[in-house]
């Protein structure tokens, strides 16, 4: 099946600060990406859809401003938090869509943030 | 979204077979039934999906019921490695749309 891997698996950072995690298709073009995120002992919520070339259509409750979100080519979209805080802390996953109407969606391996 | 229905947990002896259950009652005739699983600390990983008919794959089979309001997932020997989230998803598209996750089985298997 498709790949899909995220940069970094693991990041720690202080509170205030941005990070980005990066989602790539590896061998194929994705023209929708998702970025989820899940809490300990939680389900995956979806925060946003990332459409190449457009802008992302984000969830009810998630703050635009503070998870932006760039899908600048059709194998790559990027997520980062601006001015994290502990709260902000979660597993953050990413999945993509190819473009045939019979693929199933593959998700990457996650990012799991911590801020201190 | 059509809502999900299934255990919260299940535990299973190791190669045994492991039937998960998932209700869906609120289905669309348009929607496919989807199977996901999630390894600890990993992203979900797809297992099979359908949408009438009974299917197989090398991971596992998917049992729709004839009115398509319930399946079940088949694993036919289950291993260790078996032990994950597994979550059902009626979805009308397949890569392109987003999936709402539900709570999803957890399953444990006893060496």
Redesign the interface.
Known sequence: GAVVSQHPSRVICKSGTSVKIECRSLDFQATTMFWYRQFPKQSLMLMATSNEGSKATYEQGVEKDKFLINHASLTLSTLTVTSAHPEDSSFYICSAGTPSSTDTQYFGPGTRLTVL | DAKTTQPNSMESNEEEPVHLPCNHSTISGTDYI?W?R?LP??????VI?GLTSNVNNRMASLAIAEDRKSSTLILHRATLRDAAVY?CIPSS????????????TRLTIIP
């Open positions: 989807h996901y999630q600390s990993q992203g979900p990983e797809y999906h979550y598209n397949f890569g392109n749309e987003k999936l709402t996750f539900g709570t999803g």
